[in-house]
């Protein structure tokens, strides 16, 4: 009998495993019940599919959306490994279809929904060799998980009606109460829990305060140009917003599509589809974007607004770089967000959890420590070291005595007697007679103009720091206004001195990274350190375009073909023999033999121009 990394070197082309996925495989195969914690892009979905392919009978996976069902049931065929979807969105014809091939024993893995499962337990009780229950996306089926489902409790009887069939349990996002509620509400077994590294240090880490919608606009045109012709994400937090960014983006002549739940179904798949075929390069989306999308060569991952939870970021940024390759992430905060999306959580039905999340989701993009760390330790993992890899560790903060500063802002806030937020508090400051400060007096105030010579962005950044370092809070419950802390009077009366980090802006009229931000270049490929060639961009090209002309023959996206990682290792290493090409990684046994000759006839013709 094969063994497990046998499979994985047969199957999928990879010639080793990544952390805990072999662990978890001798888990399953030895019939044990598995919750399995691992990243966004850390290779679950090897750890229930390789036991699959090694155990009698079909596998069932749950999956919470038809387009995830369909992408991972295409990945699979690619790769020579039976497998189908019955789910709503296939005609009558093709469900008995898949029935029959089920029955006969055809079919190793079947992807199904929960609502779909609840139906077919019976025909599944009478007519299936069932090897496994694996449940993706688990953390749906917890009061306590960012993405709760009601149907996804119903998943508690399979233990019921399946008796002797292991179930493993898999989620990218889960903290110590979702992990326990997951457990609890599966029914499983005396589970092996297993925890993977949350670490994807091939994420770059970047956080940009207090930018005004031009200044994200020239930003995000700045990383789209430095990504011509790879996909990226931008999330945002509303429909209006994510339509309005969306034609911005169309009118500066990028390739980019809108999705969100105020779209019909329709027009939802047409944005998606075309994204996952890469006839669109672009998609602005609200967070209803992503958990149906395995495309591995995202490139950049941007958040418009902040996300309402670490959770949810997290989950977020990891839909870049499944393959491996350097990709940026970048999130844009202002205080008018936090605003927002406190007023989210105060009409939520769970007001105190809610708010300790985006408690948690403000300090990381407050911190001026490295933003790695803060994430890995949210998820219970330490580090010892600064990550190399986001803004706080390329540019570390300069800092200066800002007591001056800091007391001007508090004595306007005082003496307009704590009845102001930022925005007014910075005019006052500014001396700006804007329409609101001159209906109030405030122009009047001894503060007016007092900081005329910072501009109205710095500002209210250092207000920002100021809430950060507790000189003032947000009384929420009283239209927002600012109050000042007993530890903002000490600084104020002048029993305490105050220290502001430098406000540092890149020069958003530059193309590419600013030198003084500290930013690293971002490596082409990962080729290189693969094969210890560089590779030919031309012939990069060459083989992309194969890679397309033959997904559009499938009708399948180009990165089930082959991912970018490949490509690159391909222009590289430049194999011309069936034996060659069948070691490149990400090259299993059934796309040798399926396209082997295409790609090493494309490089022949290349190299004898």
Known sequence: MATPLQVLKSYYGYPAFRPMQEEIINSVLRRKDSLVLMPTGGGKSVCFQIPALMMEGTAVVVSPLISLMKDQVETLKANGIPAETLNSGNSEEVNQMVHRRCEQGKVKLLYISPERLMGEIPWMVQSLDISLFAIDEAHCISQW?????????????????????????????????????????????????????????????????????????????????RHPHESGIIYCLSRKITDKLAGRLREKGVSAGAYHAGLSMEERNQVQEAFVNDRIDVVVATIAFGMGIDK????????????KSIESFYQEIGRGGRDGLPTETLLFFNVQDLITLRSFADSSGQQEINHEKLNRM?????????????????????SERDCGNCDVCNTPPRRFNGTVLVQKALSAIMRAKEQIGFTLTAEILRGSLTPEVAARGYQSLKTFGAGRDISSRDWQDYLLQMLQMGFIEIAYNEDRHLKVTPLGKDVLFGRKQAELAFVVREDLRKGKRSKAAGDKPLEPSASSASSGKAENPELYERLRKLRRQIADEKDWPAYVIMSDKTLHILAAEQPVTLEAFGKIFGIGEHKRDSYGKQFIEAIKEFNAR
Not at 182 to 209: A, G, M, T
Not at 296 to 307: D, E, K, Q
Not at 363 to 374: D, F, K, N
């Open 145 to 225: 998980g960012h993405d709760f489902r009601p149907e996804y409790i119903q998943l508690g009887v399979l233990h019921e009606r399946f008796p002797m069939v292991p179930v493993i349990a898999l989620t990218a996002t889960a903290d110590k109460l979702t992990k326990a509620d997951i457990v609890e509400r599966l029914h499983l077994r005396d589970p092996q829990i297993f925890i993977s590294s949350f670490d994807r240090p091939n994420l770059s880490l970047d956080v940009k305060r207090g930018y005004s919608s031009g200044e994200k606009l020239r930003t995000i045109l700045n990383i789209i140009k």
């Open 296 to 307: 591995s060569n995202v490139r950049f991952v941007i958040h418009y607004n902040l996300p």
């Open 362 to 382: 403000q300090e990381y993009a407050e911190a001026q420590v490295c933003r790695r760390r803060i994430l890995l330790n949210y998820f219970g993992e330490t």
